[in-house]
């Protein structure tokens, strides 16, 4: 057996790592044999000399046969995932889910919490009472060949080794490394055996990478990396330079999404949901209408029927698809906000809006804190809009008072007004795809 | 109080770090504070981005302060230290220590165990019957006043973070960084009250610098450092492309020291040895005669008797100096090895020539190794002198038949013969100095 040190020395001296060197290395470290030192001068010689698209690839299948995958073999419907690299105000898998399932598709989606100011799809649903997150592995299985769709926790035993590197990145200031994102990202879509990925790359104040030109880079090692394994994947570098939707908490989050579902809420939010659908069943089972028969789905009903079945088959109260606030938490104070200036909305830190948020208790500022349902923030407007003094430019729902006003000032403080009209920022840079 | 990975981060994007979080950074992880797996991503950044001079002499500090430290202040005579890189038959400390001593000044060694192909003072030493190398402060202290020389082991609570920091590097492949490595021999250098530092870092095959211009580097560091911190101090840069001395093992280096302290064996450790010596003389106490006192001190055998009074004064056996094989352990089996051809000889690989010594029990491979004090090789010629078949190239000394033959043959297979004439290396390329 090799030293494991030389696999270090040799990402350490800019060398490629041998594939099975650099396989038994983090199979090793998954095992505990590799102790967390070892790996952290590992990942931080990677972060400084990156990994090559070979060793990326040798890494994500170390990683994920580090643990059990989820093949989908009962699932007859053509299966497609959907991953976001996380943003504000980004509920579009709440209502992908449900609309590619009511298109014929079968989603499984298996998803994490949020962290800082970004919010997790997990917390939103939670928000439902009664919504089941942990299911087993047979479960997840049974609801997609049942119900066409589910949302469910990542399962331990599914790509273990991310998880733990994750968290040493996250320890040792390693994370933001492209292809140790890619492999991290893709190592938990590539587990699970479906027909196509689909990636929504943040770019913008509100995501990880700050720039269209930083997040293409990474979302062209994601499908450089799927391409690699063999399995389809379409990558959207898309807008985070505001929040996505109006909703920056959880049960606000999904009474937006059930608006969306019922088409009856126009806008970015509703475009993005209907873009990915659309390319979904473009790819997977279409004739090339997909965006149009994604917008029917929407405007007739039955991809809010299939989100009404999705939250009760994971033991959510189903009248929330009817009607959300007869179910969803409400928060003790909701405070409106006005601008502080008329004009433009020029821009807006949408970074700031969700820590906003995560300070109304929304979010979390450590792993395992718990999250408030019923709080967060409505921020109306848009790029581009025109905003008056006296209207309102955010909704603030808190546990008291002061939070609320906190939150208020932070929000005011985080537009930038401008005299002149703003032209809006896309919604979608660009794509790529395998 | 600062996330500790921002220091970490600072070094992995190549900018300074702050003085005083790199201060807390060392020091926390010295009190068990700063964990593993944060020091070696920090050790990996600084590997490949290399620390610059403050921030080494900041490093170097931290590590001094997380212990206790030697200030020798009931020391009259002016002090010494003496530091080598290590190497193969490098017995200069053994006739040193004494020497200078024998000259009026004060030498205060704290040294370290051999590992790998490179010998340890301290191993050679505990050869001699009854000699004690684990002293207390107080003891090294008093014998320092009373004696003038001592060579002990380094105390635990002297430096303790560059323990800490060198087996984590050791563990990390981080080993090899110029400021890395200045700082740990330095800290422990500064650590003790002397009024001057002798550095001899060796260059070639049997050291971990292979080449003069990278030994060099390191002891510009070295020198730069001790500048900064207000400390004397010169560095030889010296040869290393062979063993310096005869003698590989334990009991042989004390027999050879013996021998080159009475003056009857010339020729290169002799040679270093006086050069030291002399700088130390000239620096310290001196009028521009070092070398000839110290020659003169080889010659009348006053060195000699300081040697004794060191063994004894450290509870071993000071018929050592008068008849060192009285009182040393012999090898089983003694084996002369001849050459394989005739001819000049050309290069001696002096790492393979030491791990053939380790090979036979004198060193150690891991940290915490016994090693046999009997067992060893004598290398007789030098660079450049004519070898002649039937005549002998080494002696070797172990524990057995099988042991010596496989000696033999690794030892005739380290040197390489010319037919022509051979000009000998340089002993010293060059001095660094405050």
Redesign the interface.
Known sequence: VKDP??V??AK?DGRRVEDEDLREFVLGYARGEI???????F???A???PLDGGETLVLTRAMIDSGVTLPLLSVSRPKVDKHSTGGVADGVTLVFAPLAASLGLAVAKLSGRGLGHTGGTLDKLEAIPGFRTALSAEEIERQVAEVGCVVAAQTEDLVPADGALYA?RD????VASVPLIAASVMSKKLAIGTDLVLLDVKAGSGAFMKTPESAAELAEACVSLARDWGRPCSAAISDMSQPLGAAVGNALDVAEAVEVLRGERPGRLTELAVLFAGRAVDALAGDGSGEDRARTALADGSALAAFGRMVEAQGGDGRVADDPWSVLPRAAVVLGTEPAEEGYLAEVDAEAIGRAATGLGAGRVRKGDPVDPAVGIVFHPKVGDRLNTGSELAEIHARSDDDAALAAERVRAAVRVSPDPVEPPALVYGWRST
């Open positions: 040190r030389e270090v020395a350490r102790p967390d030192y070892l790996a952290a001068a990942l931080m010689a972060y400084l000399h040493l320890a040792t200031a390693t």
